[in-house]
């Protein structure tokens, strides 16, 4: 009799302890995470200009994410190289290329000695179309994709950005949707490799914006242009025949009121933050050189800052009159380069040249085979990177660390050339000073052999006219949270963009992406 008894107590001690923990739920509902995370990315977002045209901005865009919101000030990226598809996947991934895969939006790949591009497929069966952009290559899990692992795929995750490598990059491996806009005819187009493609409303807006598209296609007349596939050959034959005249629509201003409106309809359409299992938008905006000049004229970068405020005004009110403010985050913030304009220091009587990547790669061989005996040891290069042949240099049964070496040893030599790396070295070496060069180099995609030129020269490939483009990194950028439970403070610490998806699972209360190695902001 007294089992039973026992038995009964404690069935009365556990509904009393059930019932504590519904009071203690519904007495903090505020703690609850978000219901939708809207991840803004500003391609080439500078806090110089985003400070000095601040009179110019309305009260519902940057100026209340300024005030209202939790501004690092001091944010970087660390790693070099920076471009678009790097730098939206560090923050997608909470970490470096060295880690995550993803170093540029092109390099050579060593199956086929070809140009490839960061989102190309070459071997999966899983998407339907021969070119179609993937994240085959990014090789550990993104924000979104751990908000999918742990909502059972429950979450939605969706990127609207403005090239297939940052829509792509952001969205991860299990998103539900990536859409970015067509250089050549302004219309929203996607990845078949996700669920959601060009069917339903995403074809239906594409109906209804023909005005805006136009807009978008007359900004700046048709041009030359070489097309980009992930089987390019290195040669001036093959480069040549890819060039076209193609329609190319102008990054312009109102391009991010197109991406706005877009993303607005995303959230609608799907139903973002619609239940109480928290979704993700990723948004990219473009704040480069809008007007393919100098941008040097300060009207230009007004103009251009001015129509960004609008676009994320827009983009933040829709988005919290649907929501409601207190369940969304907001997260802004840069790639973190600047691509700077082509100077001609020879005019001004500073110290400048040209390092012609073709003729130092045929130096080196012509070096090497001097050697070692005659061979084609050099089997690729791009920008300022030089991949040797290894099948070679293993048959001829030579120490590849060596042939490294020795390859450093002439190419420093060359005019323009301040240091050579090898992938050796900069696998290996403990230099606190390479630590960027490091971290933005990944063993296998990048090259055997990296160039860093002289200040005021650049690289030149007289083969298929291509020239790495100038990039500033020496300026300051914000990472901005705003909404939810988030209070106003300015913070000046230095904190970097791989801190972003920490901090956005530590408020989902989720696992971090899986290669993340910084703590969360805070």
Request: glycine content about 4%.
């Amino acid at each position: 009799m007294n089992r039973y008894f026992y038995i009964l107590f404690i069935s009365l001690l556990a509904a009393a302890e059930a019932d504590a923990q519904n009071v203690a739920v519904q007495g903090t509902k505020n703690d609850a995470p978000s219901k939708l995370v809207v991840n803004i990315v500003v391609d080439q977002l500078r806090s110089d200009y985003l400070n000095h045209n601040m009179s110019r901005y309305g009260a519902n865009g940057f100026r209340k994410l300024l005030t209202q919101g939790m501004v690092f000030e001091n944010a970087g990226v660390p790693f070099l190289p920076v471009d678009i598809a790097s730098a939206t996947a560090a923050i997608s991934t909470a970490t470096t290329p060295r880690y995550n895969g993803i170093p540029s939006e092109e390099w050579m790949s060593r199956k086929t000695a070809r140009k490839t591009s960061c989102t190309a497929d070459q071997v999966s069966l899983l998407t339907p179309r021969a070119n179609d952009p993937t994240p085959v290559n990014l090789l550990v899990s993104t924000l979104g994709d751990e908000m999918k692992i742990a909502s059972q795929h429950g979450s939605k995750v969706f990127s609207v950005a403005l090239t297939a490598d940052a829509a792509v990059m952001l969205a991860g491996h299990c998103a539900d949707g990536a859409f970015w806009i067509d250089p050549q005819s302004a219309q929203w187009t996607a990845s078949n490799f996700y669920q959601k493609r060009l069917t339903d409303w995403p074809a239906d807006f594409n109906r209804q914006q023909t005005a805006q598209r136009k807009k978008l296609l007359s900004a700046q007349p048709a041009k030359t242009v070489s097309k980009k596939t992930s089987g390019q050959r290195n040669d001036a034959k093959k480069d040549s025949s890819r060039q076209v005249k193609q329609t190319v629509y102008a990054k312009s201003p109102s391009v991010n009121k197109y991406i706005t409106d877009f993303a607005l309809k995303c959230v609608e359409a799907e139903n973002l933050g619609g239940d109480n299992v928290p979704d993700l938008l990723n948004v990219m905006y473009y704040a480069g050189d809008c007007h393919a000049s100098t941008f040097t004229n300060q009207a230009q970068i007004a103009e251009t800052y001015k129509e960004i405020d609008n676009a994320i005004a827009s983009l933040v009110s829709g988005i919290e009159q649907r929501v409601g403010k207190s369940n969304v985050l907001f997260v802004v913030t840069s790639t973190g380069y600047y691509e700077e304009p082509v100077v001609d220091y020879s005019q001004y009587n500073i110290p400048s040249g040209t390092v012609y990547i073709n003729r130092t790669a045929n130096l080196l061989n012509m070096y090497l085979s001097a050697i070692y005996g005659q061979a084609h040891y050099v089997e690729a290069f791009k920008d300022n990177q030089i991949y040797l042949d290894h099948k070679l240099i293993e048959r001829k049964r030579l120490h590849l660390k060596e042939v490294l070496e020795r390859s450093k040893e002439m190419l420093v030599m060359s005019d323009g050339v301040s240091d050579a790396y090898t992938s050796f070295g900069l696998h290996s070496s403990p230099d606190a000073e390479m630590l960027k060069i490091k971290n933005g180099f990944n063993i296998d995609v990048c090259g055997d052999l990296v160039l860093s030129v002289s200040p005021g020269w650049n690289i030149y490939n007289e083969e298929t006219h291509e020239q790495q483009k100038a990039k500033s990194y020496g300026f300051q950028f914000p990472i901005i949270l705003y909404g939810a439970d988030v209070k106003h403070a300015v913070v000046t610490s230095p904190v970097t963009v791989e801190q972003i998806s920490p901090t956005v699972s530590k408020h989902l209360r989720i696992r971090a992406p899986n290669a993340a190695r910084k703590q969360s902001l805070y």
